[in-house]
T-cell receptor, first 113, second 113 residues
Framework: QQQVKQSPQSLIVQKGGISIINCAYE??????FPWYQQFPGKGPALLIA?????SEKKEGRFTISFNKSAKQFSLHIMDSQPGDSATYFC????????????FGAGTTVTVRA | NAGVTQTPKFQVLKTGQSMTLQCAQD?????MYWYRQDPGMGLRLIYY???????DKGEVPNGYNVSRLNKREFSLRLESAAPSQTSVYFC????????????FGPGTRLTVT
């Protein structure tokens, strides 16, 4: 079974709006939580990542919020642009497993102009 | 710097045929990975190689074999293809630092009829 649960499966947002993707995990040994962005026909690429000792990390228009007690983390895309249309995967990994990634199912984001 | 390259880009096989997917990286990474991506399932690890000469099973290894030919190359073999192996296959590589950040290739779309 998937170790990381991701929702929603897809979302549509207007240009300038906020996209929010949520992920939840069970294994408290996870200590690294990256998000990957994938454009059609391409491989995933690292977008932003967070460790559980911080509650928020921001890079440009992308922000990860992390709630350790709830075992949840989310990606916020502010001021969404058509170029942000892609599939986003959350993932989790741990040092004891050489940081091998467990991926969520993915969220397809469509930004309408 | 090509990063991670995969061949072929597309392949159609008949049930029972065999084939090898090739992957190479030019980033001097020690670790290499093979994933499959299916709709609604995210990316699932098939096999992993921590270094030249070592390989380990991932989450979904059945029906596959791998060879870590040298530090640069990691191949995935399907001995007797089945329709359930229709998928998009991604190779990735990482170094031991920076939480083993993984760099992905462009993928191979495989259809088994």
């Amino acid at each position: 079974q998937q170790q990381v649960k991701q929702s929603p499966q897809s979302l549509i947002v207007q240009k300038g709006g906020i996209s929010i993707i949520n992920c939840a995990y069970e294994n408290t040994a996870f200590d690294y939580f990256p998000w990957y962005q994938q454009f059609p026909g391409k491989g995933p690429a690292l977008l932003i990542a967070i460790r559980p000792d911080v509650s928020e990390k921001k890079e440009g228009r992308f922000t990860i919020s992390f709630n350790k007690s709830a075992k949840q983390f989310s990606l916020h895309i502010m001021d969404s642009q058509p170029g942000d249309s892609a599939t986003y995967f959350c993932a989790a990994s741990r040092r004891s497993n050489d940081y091998k990634l467990s991926f969520g199912a993915g969220t397809t984001v469509t930004v309408r102009a | 710097n090509a990063g991670v390259t995969q061949t072929p880009k597309f392949q159609v096989l008949k049930t029972g045929q065999s084939m090898t997917l090739q992957c190479a990286q030019d980033m001097n990474h020690n670790s290499m990975y093979w994933y499959r991506q299916d709709p609604g399932m995210g990316l699932r690890l098939i096999y992993y190689s921590a270094s030249e000469g070592t390989t380990d099973k991932g989450e979904v290894p059945n029906g596959y074999n791998v060879s870590r030919l040298n530090k640069r190359e990691f191949s995935l073999r399907l001995e007797s293809a089945a329709p359930s192996q229709t998928s998009v296959y991604f190779c990735a590589s990482s170094s031991a630092g920076a939480y083993y950040e993984q760099y992905f290739g462009p993928g191979t779309r495989l259809t088994v009829t």
